[in-house]
């Protein structure tokens, strides 16, 4: 059987009664390290060139990280020679760490010192593996030999640092497979090497403890830290950090209530590259504590840069659903989320805390723009319809319009089998509800009370033969409807008419949109115009034009010869 599940075994849990990082809010940001340039590179078909090197690392100090991993140059020389460049270059900033990877096997380590020479600050991270599994069927060692191997390391990068006395050093150990390791046993180590570092008389330590596999669920891991922060020696002397992966799909989760259990650090990338299903990603965990309203202390608001660049180095492409990075996720076609999305921000002011159905943060903060939140398909509504014309337009529409004109929009979408853009959309407005027939086009208008209420005197058509209406009501419409049923000898009952002011940035400085039945028959038309009155009046004219038509001077003649008869 090729599918058998029978062949794994459950991870076990860490045996804690005492966890309390459940009831912990995160409130601060943790220091983060970037490594797209280390553990990022190497998990890349195609490693970066030094430009594209170059070009990351320009990114990550632009958005304001201050520790970032560039390379392994005791295993690599363009890892070497990148270290080599950004250092003779002056290239780093004065506050900004810059950490490289080594084994902890002395030749490798001397070399690492030497890729470093010159630099102002810098973090030696020295590793070794101790889980279980590759202790015993990699290395096939005993625990004291993984110790030694750790112990040894630590001693070899405390003496060459001594040998650099103008560099700014922290020294970084990683227990490698952390998650696949006894917690007992991984402290002793951690213990051992700080021993050795002697955090408590000054120099800077990281312990960084990598679920290299991520093995269990998120809260499995946040255990395990918290267990090494209660058990580990000089524990407030050295910084905790994490470098999760994604094998399980939960490395942000992960790291996230890691440092809800203690840690201090975490370790990932831009876009969450690496190693086979990824790194930590950075982007979604950075716009996950700005959600909250804690600052990240780094600025991602470029988020366009932030992908152009990333797809640019490594040759990925950013799924368009990546959390805050992709294309579509601050996109509703629904049109019930649509709907949401307008009312919510029609309400908003400017200062108000943010509160919108269905967008966890505003777009503009990623220089997003609200283009990009509502577009248009079959799956779309009324109010996602409504509110490209209020965007893009400036054009507002009242409901029964707008349940009208969705329903138009949303038979073209069927038709076409995808996206509506907003031209289309506002052609297909204007080409049903505000084409004007010239031979019902107003021409002039004239409105005055009497005693029987309005006179209204109306011109309409084109050309040298324009037609006059005059007719009588308690208003303007009730007074041009009775024009328009002597003139044509039909019946005319208004269902509904709204006029809207539209604000700057238009021709025209109102909007009216008018439903009515003629002869039993429902028609809709809209008008802009450079008053409402005119709107109104074009508009009326237009929705009987959809049932009179061209047939006018047929009725005018049949209402003569009907006057005749009599």
Same mark, same amino acid.
């Given at each position: 059987? $090729? ?47 030094? $430009? ?70 810098? &973090? ?5 593996? =101790? ?5 015993? @069927? ?28 103008? =560099?700014?050093?922290?020294?970084? +150990? ?76 939960? *490395? ?105 159905? +269905?967008?966890? &943060? ?24 409504? +509110? ?72 309409? *058509? ?8 005059? *007719? ?24 509904? +008419? ?22 039993? @028959? ?13 709107? =109104? ?18 009725? $005018?003649?049949?209402?003569? $010869? ?5």
């Amino acid at each position: 059987m $090729a599918f058998d599940h029978r062949k794994y075994v459950a991870f076990t849990p860490v045996a804690k009664t005492d966890r309390r990082w459940p009831d912990k809010v995160i409130t601060t940001a943790p220091r983060f390290c970037a490594v797209d340039l280390r553990d990022g590179n190497q998990a890349l078909v195609k490693p970066m060139s030094v $430009a594209q090197k170059q070009r990351m690392f320009d990114l990550l100090v632009k958005l304001g990280f201050k520790e970032i991993e560039i390379g392994f140059p005791a295993a690599s020389q363009p890892d070497f020679d990148f270290c080599r460049k950004l250092i003779e270059e002056g290239r780093v900033p004065d506050d900004v760490h810059i950490q490289v990877l080594t084994q902890a096997r002395p030749e490798l380590i001397e070399r690492t010192y030497e890729a470093l020479k010159g630099a102002r600050k810098a &973090i030696v991270h020295v590793y070794n593996s =101790t889980s279980t599994v590759q202790r015993e @069927q990699v290395f096939d060692m005993d625990r004291a030999g993984i110790r030694d191997i750790a112990v040894n390391g630590a001693r070899v990068v405390k003496a060459n640092a001594e040998k650099y006395p103008d =560099t700014e050093w922290t020294f970084q +150990y990683s227990p490698e497979s952390f998650t696949g390791t006894e917690l007992d046993y991984a402290a002793e180590v951690i213990d051992s090497v700080n021993d050795v570092w002697r955090p408590d008389q000054g120099q800077p330590v990281v312990i960084n403890l990598p679920a290299t596999v991520e093995m269990a669920t998120p809260n499995v891991f946040a255990d395990q830290i918290e267990w090494i922060c209660d058990h580990v020696r000089y524990r407030e002397h050295i910084c905790i950090s994490v470098h999760t992966h994604n094998d399980r799909g939960c *490395g942000v989760a992960a790291a996230e209530l890691a440092v809800m259990a203690g840690a201090d650090r975490v370790e990932g990338t831009l876009m969450g590259n690496g190693e086979r299903t990824g790194n930590m990603d950075l982007v979604t965990m950075a716009m996950n504590l700005y959600s909250q309203g804690v600052d990240p202390k780094v600025d991602l608001s470029g988020m366009a840069e932030i992908t152009d660049v990333v797809e640019a180095c490594t040759e990925i492409s950013t799924h368009p659903r990546h959390p805050y990075a992709g294309e579509l996720v601050f996109t509703a076609f629904s049109g019930s989320h649509q709907d949401a999305i307008r009312k919510c921000l029609s309400k908003r002011k400017d200062g108000d805390a943010w509160h919108v159905a +269905y967008l966890p &943060i505003d777009p503009r903060d990623l220089n997003r723009r609200y283009e990009e939140v509502v577009r248009i398909n079959s799956q779309s509504g009324k109010g996602g319809v409504a +509110y490209v014309l209020e965007r893009d337009y400036n054009i507002s529409l009242p409901r029964w319009l707008q349940i009208e004109f969705s329903k138009l929009v949303q038979r073209e979408a069927e038709t076409n089998g995808g996206e509506i853009d907003s031209l289309t959309i506002h052609r297909l407005f204007e080409d049903r509800y505000l084409q004007v027939n010239r031979a019902w086009e107003l021409r002039s208008y004239d409105l005055h009370r009497d005693d029987e209420g309005v006179a209204a005197t109306v011109s309409i *058509g084109s050309g040298d033969s324009p037609v006059t209406l005059e *007719g009588h009501g308690l208003g303007a419409v009730e007074a041009v409807s009775a024009a328009l049923e002597s003139e044509y000898g039909v019946q005319l009952a208004v269902e509904a +008419y709204d006029e809207f002011a539209l604000g700057e940035g238009t021709n025209a400085n109102a909007l009216a949109c008018i439903r009515v039945t003629v002869n039993g @028959q429902h028609c809709s038309a809209a008008a802009l115009a450079e008053d409402t009155t005119s709107a =109104t009046l074009q508009a009326l004219f237009s929705a009987v034009s959809q049932v009179v038509g061209e047939a006018r001077q047929q009725g $005018a003649v049949s209402k003569a $010869a009907a006057e005749a008869g009599a």
